[in-house]
């Protein structure tokens, strides 16, 4: 029964817009509109129609829905795209004002909107007792509440890179239930090698490529620039996420790569091991960097947990492999704290 409401309220929230844009797309391709395509009032007509009232239409049915409301947006893309598809060159002159001007303000005030919600939460968090505000967790509560699913993860991913890189440098004392997993496991280092190695081989590259094809030189270069950001992005972020035991639960993090949330509870074992350990789908490290870092705890629990990795994917595991700095004291906590 559920599902078939559910289906029926999706046939109307998609349908509706769907068969608008689909008679518009037949109005087009009407002879007769295309003999008065010249005609500016409906050129401005159509084009309003396709980024302006569909969209509203489709916010009206959706806004006491589920659907976050900036879902608006994509249905403004597909309309544009429609509109630069369909319409003849000659009456495009509303639709590229739109897209030059309305269109990108558009997309910068969502960007404002999701920063200042973010901040918000972040304020609000931190005023909670006992609580610790985390950027990443806040982003991600903030978008999943005004953006579509699919696309949460993704764009999560790209802000956290470029704040954890380049904003957020403020240092902050870790308290008494944190810690850190960077300074002797050698992670660091290793991160930095691999961004110099691709900045010098950039460099080679591109002068290389440029002598045959120069937008190809270009295009890889442009590729390369964006993998050394990610990788700086992951590398600051190793130092603003620490591990993290709070309100019964161990909250385990490697930068924004990889975070695992387990109950004290759920905790079978826990002891300090640096043995070699045979990684498959219930034995796994909480580096991305598997057998390349090392590890000096082994957790073992009583249900299987999920590992959350970058953009989202998700894996199972029973048992993880990963590196604390303190290793004695955070074994101590953890027991005392089931205890």
């Known amino acids: 029964m559920n599902k078939t409401m559910l289906l029926n309220r999706n046939l109307i929230y998609f349908g509706i817009p769907l068969a608008l844009l689909g008679t518009l797309i037949l109005l087009i391709k009407c002879s007769y509109l295309n003999v008065l395509s010249h005609h500016d009032i409906l050129n401005f007509a159509i084009t309003a129609d396709l980024v302006l009232t569909i969209p509203l239409v489709y916010f009206l049915l959706i806004r006491k829905s589920d659907i976050p409301n900036t879902t608006v947006v994509p249905v403004m893309i597909i309309g544009l795209v429609i509109g630069s598809y369909f319409l003849p060159q000659e009456s495009q002159t ?36 006992g609580s610790t505000p985390d950027f990443l967790d806040a ?31 403020k240092k902050r004392k870790l308290k008494a239930n944190e810690f850190t997993y960077h300074k002797e496991s050698g992670t660091i280092a290793l991160l930095a090698v691999i961004i110099l190695i691709i900045t010098v081989e950039t460099v080679v590259l591109h002068i290389f490529l440029s002598k045959w094809s120069n937008i190809t030189a ?42 695992t949330i387990i109950d004290l509870k759920k905790i079978e074992s826990i002891k300090v091991s640096s043995k070699d350990i045979e ?30 990795g970058l953009y989202g994917i998700k894996k199972k595991y029973k048992n993880l492999a990963f590196y604390v700095d303190k290793k004695i004291e955070f074994v101590n906590q953890i027991d005392n704290a089931i205890e």
Do not use: D
């Open 94 to 129: 509303y639709l590229v004002l739109f897209k030059n001007w309305a269109l990108p303000l558009i997309e910068i005030s969502i960007l404002i909107y999701i920063f200042v919600k973010v901040s918000t939460a972040i304020r609000l968090y931190g005023t909670l007792k």
């Open 279 to 308: 990684l498959n789908k219930e034995t796994r490290k909480l580096s991305i960097l598997g057998e390349l870092e090392s590890h000096n705890i082994l957790i073992c629990l009583k249900k299987e947990n999920i590992l959350t």
């Open 139 to 169: 982003l991600k509560n903030t978008c999943k509440e005004i953006l579509p699913k699919s696309i949460v993860m993704p764009l999560v991913t790209e802000i956290a890179v470029f704040y954890y890189g380049f904003i957020y440098w």
């Open 218 to 259: 270009w295009i890889l270069t442009a590729l390369s620039i964006y993998s050394g950001v990610q990788l700086f992005g992951f590398l600051r972020s190793m130092l603003k996420r620490p591990i993290l035991i709070e309100n019964g639960k161990l909250f385990l993090r490697y930068g924004i790569m990889n975070e």
